[in-house]
């Protein structure tokens, strides 16, 4: 084995981000736990209309936005009378590597070129894999890909294998990986021998490539029904789709549309366990990421994620895997759109809401995927059942993950479960007292921070810190 | 495709066959050893070592098995064992999930009943 250890290579983390990302995330500490969040995006020098110039250099962006005329008429066939909102759908499948994770990639790669950067490097086995190679074959800059790929059986989860082959299709080195959380670790070595620009999916630059999302799919709605959505759906993993979303739209003018997260429940799972890798049937948009991230954003490969959820969040749901596999084949058979699976959480959870909402409202699903070999629903549930895990029609509340994967029987079986946000907002605050330095105090600049956070009142906050400095002494 | 990694010389003796220097391949390399992975991972993670697989164009000839040095698409060189020649992509589809068949054909009817479209 060579190199330096786990530990040794740990220490020397915060010079390699430094360099890597050409950020001094210190500068921006504005008390113990606080620090100046506006300040570090705006830093950048992007402003939407910026952005929006960088993504169409490369055709990222203005994506079609399509009316689900009959998912629409099949919600409201299952509502009561006059209820079942009306749903259009954000078709990011059209950006240049299939997914809305062009427009985070745009920026890195465009600031990694100005930057005088040889290359770009990400740690991720999603899309965003995809979306930064092609990015970086578009600039002419080298590309390395560090992907969480197969388990200590040799078997690679199927839809990484598709990103393998996309990011190698790109021109990008792909380095796969076994599972483990230790894929940080190799990414670290590989930032600091290459000397490459750290395209972090929650740099600054990721999370405003995003707004543009936001901000157009807003306008788009505006020209098409002359009203703002109501409520816009975003599935929810890292935090940054979610954060990047709703902060565009709040620059388009709709601040009181009501932003609902959505993940795929994979409760039971332990996301660094080997034997569990293959089990998940997912590899994004579900809660093994989101809980994490938005309980405590700051867990990233930098040292303050860019991606804040909780600030934006109004209402946080899960749906099944079976629902989000039923949802993804209604897509393709009433639609005519064959998309996901993974991006579809969110149009399973729109099932669920759009039918408890009048019909004169709007829902917008903000994302779709591309979907191919591996990257689908029959790839999935294949692999699913060699694992001998069971797949049945039935009532998706039976379904558990790793165990049993329930298809709804029927469309009004699919229940967006709410999940608890004051809960959420109490674990945020129990990581926020973990993080704080030994015998360091809250300032007055914390705890407002905190409110911004986690938006719960300064009473709420002050009284659950309390609580936890109690329980620390 | 190659049919095996190993060509006859003598009825007692197996050679190696050589892969050419320039031809893509994969190496493998163990990155940490089980035992000496990150102290939060599960029991089950730490009994098993963390794994590398990377591919690039081999530097110089060397057998299946063999330590080699490839060039990857970044320009980066890389050491393991040789352990692939041309690796294929073989994920797929797989048969159709019987489970999902029918919900088009169930929706469409639903529609029908109620006077829709489709």
């Known amino acids: ?473 | 495709m190659r049919d095996n990694s190993l060509i006859q010389v003598s009825e007692e003796k197996v050679m190696p066959e050589l892969i050419e220097k320039g031809v893509w391949v994969e190496v493998h390399r163990i990155e940490l050893a089980a035992g000496a992975r990150a102290p939060q991972v599960p029991r089950d993670t730490q009994d098993v070592p963390l794994e590398m697989r990377v591919k690039g164009f081999l530097l110089e000839p060397a057998a299946i098995g063999d330590e080699a040095e490839i060039e990857t698409f970044a320009g980066r060189r890389v050491r393991g064992t040789l352990v692939e020649v041309n690796p294929p992509y073989t994920h797929s589809f797989g048969p159709p999930i019987p489970e999902l068949s029918t919900i088009g054909k169930e929706l469409r009817a639903l529609l029908r009943e109620r006077g829709g479209n489709p």
């Open chain 1, 1 to 473: 084995m060579s190199g330096p250890s786990y530990q040794e290579l740990m220490a020397r983390k915060a010079g390699i981000v430094k360099a890597s990302t050409g950020l001094d995330y210190s500068k921006y500490a504005t008390g113990a736990l606080a620090f100046d969040y506006e300040k570090l995006l705006a830093d950048t020098g992007y402003d939407i209309d910026t952005v929006r110039e960088v993504q169409a250099q490369t055709a990222v962006g203005n994506t079609p936005l399509v009316e689900l005329k009959n998912i629409t008429e099949l919600v409201r066939a299952l509502a009561e009378p006059g209820k079942g909102a009306q749903i259009f759908l954000k078709d990011e499948a059209a950006n240049p590597s299939g997914s809305f994770k062009d427009r985070r990639a745009s920026l890195s790669a465009h600031e990694a070129s100005k930057r005088g950067y040889a290359g770009v490097a990400v740690a991720t086995s999603g899309n965003y894999g995809a979306a930064v190679a092609s990015q970086a074959a578009k600039a002419g800059l080298r590309c390395v890909v560090v992907q969480e790929a197969f388990d200590s059986e040799g078997v690679a989860q199927p839809e990484i294998a598709e990103k393998t082959r996309a990011c190698e299709g790109y021109g990008a080195e792909v380095i796969r990986l076994s599972v483990g959380p230790e894929l940080f670790y190799v990414f670290l070595k590989v930032l600091e021998e290459t000397g490459y620009f750290n395209a972090s999916l929650y740099s600054p630059y990721s999370i405003l490539g995003i707004e543009t999302l936001g901000h157009e799919l807003v306008m788009q709605v505006r020209e098409s029904a002359r009203r703002i959505p109501d409520v816009v759906i975003v599935t929810h993993a890292g935090g940054g789709n979610l954060t990047g979303t709703a902060r565009g739209m709040r620059k388009a003018g709709a601040a009181d549309t009501q932003v609902v997260a959505a993940s795929v429940d994979l409760s039971g799972l332990h996301m660094a366990s080997d034997r569990d890798f293959n089990r998940k049937s997912f590899t994004t948009g579900h809660t093994g990421f989101s809980m994490p991230f938005t309980t405590w954003p700051d867990r990233a490969d930098v040292p303050r994620s860019a991606a804040r959820p909780l600030r934006y969040m109004d209402r946080f749901v899960t749906v099944s895997q079976g629902e989000v596999f039923y949802a993804t084949e209604v897509l393709a058979e009433l639609e005519g759109l064959q998309r996901g699976p993974a991006g579809n959480t969110s149009l399973a959870a729109a099932f669920s809401i759009a039918r408890g909402l009048d019909e004169d409202r709007i829902v917008v699903v903000q994302e779709t995927e591309y979907t191919g070999a591996g990257k689908h629903p029959l790839a999935q549930l294949n692999l699913a059942r060699e694992l001998g895990i069971a797949v049945a029609r039935g009532d998706p509340r039976g379904n558990r993950p790793g165990e049993r994967i329930v298809i709804p029987q029927h469309p009004w079986q699919i229940e967006a479960v709410e999940v608890d946000l004051d809960r959420v907002r109490r674990s945020y605050l129990g990581h926020a007292m973990e993080s704080l330095p030994e015998g360091a105090r809250l300032s007055e600049t914390d705890l407002e921070f905190l409110v911004a956070e986690t938006r719960a009142s300064r009473s709420t906050v002050e009284e659950v810190m309390n609580e936890f400095a109690g329980e620390r002494r």
